[in-house]
């Protein structure tokens, strides 16, 4: 059971990035696609939010909202791809019925980032390394989502574009 568990949890984030390209192409098919994605692995009152970013913390409540930061944070881009690489889940609590299907639970997911941006505009890209942090919940209605995330800035630099 955990181990089913534990791949339904990462494949959150999987889709998540999936979803945020998607939405930063700010394409309405592309928008309504990766919105679709996050209501889908977001709990509905999910708080998001950053930390050890540039300027102030991006920050907010629920997945509609979370499209908006992001449309805002990659409008300026002409491509992106975030990268999911290693995954922690931390299982606290996991409730199966008799037959084995997950009928609750709690866990903490830590996911690295390696997100590229392109900016045509001025030949370069912004490659962000960070990490997100993530309480993830099973709900009948819902199954695993995540209920509240913050993204940890590590590390980022700017590039020209063709750069060797």
């Known amino acids: ?5 534990r791949l339904e949890i990462e494949y959150l984030r999987r889709r998540y990035a999936k979803a945020t390209d998607l939405i930063g192409t700010g394409a309405d098919e592309a928008v309504a696609e990766g919105r679709n ?3 889908a ?12 970013t540039a300027g102030d913390p991006l920050v907010a409540n629920g ?3 979370w499209v908006d930061v992001v449309l805002g944070a990659l409008g300026d881009y002409s491509a992106t ?3 999911i690489g290693t995954q922690i889940v931390d299982i606290k ?3 199966t019925d008799a037959s084995g299907a ?3 639970g709690e866990a903490l997911l830590e996911s690295y980032l390696q997100a590229w941006h392109e900016k ?3 030949g370069t890209v912004w490659v962000f390394i960070g990490t997100y942090v993530d309480r993830v919940t099973f709900s009948a209605e819902g199954g695993w989502q995540i209920a509240e995330s913050t993204l940890h800035q590590l590390s980022g630099e700017t590039r020209l574009l063709g750069a060797l």
């Open 63 to 65: 997945p509609e909202e």
């Open 93 to 95: 609590s996991l409730e």
């Open 37 to 39: 994605i996050y209501h």
């Open 1 to 5: 059971m955990q181990a089913d568990a």
């Open 41 to 52: 692995i977001f709990t509905p009152d999910v708080f998001l939010t950053t930390a050890g």
């Open 102 to 104: 997950v009928r609750s």
């Open 120 to 122: 045509l505009s001025d």
């Open 81 to 83: 791809q975030h990268l």
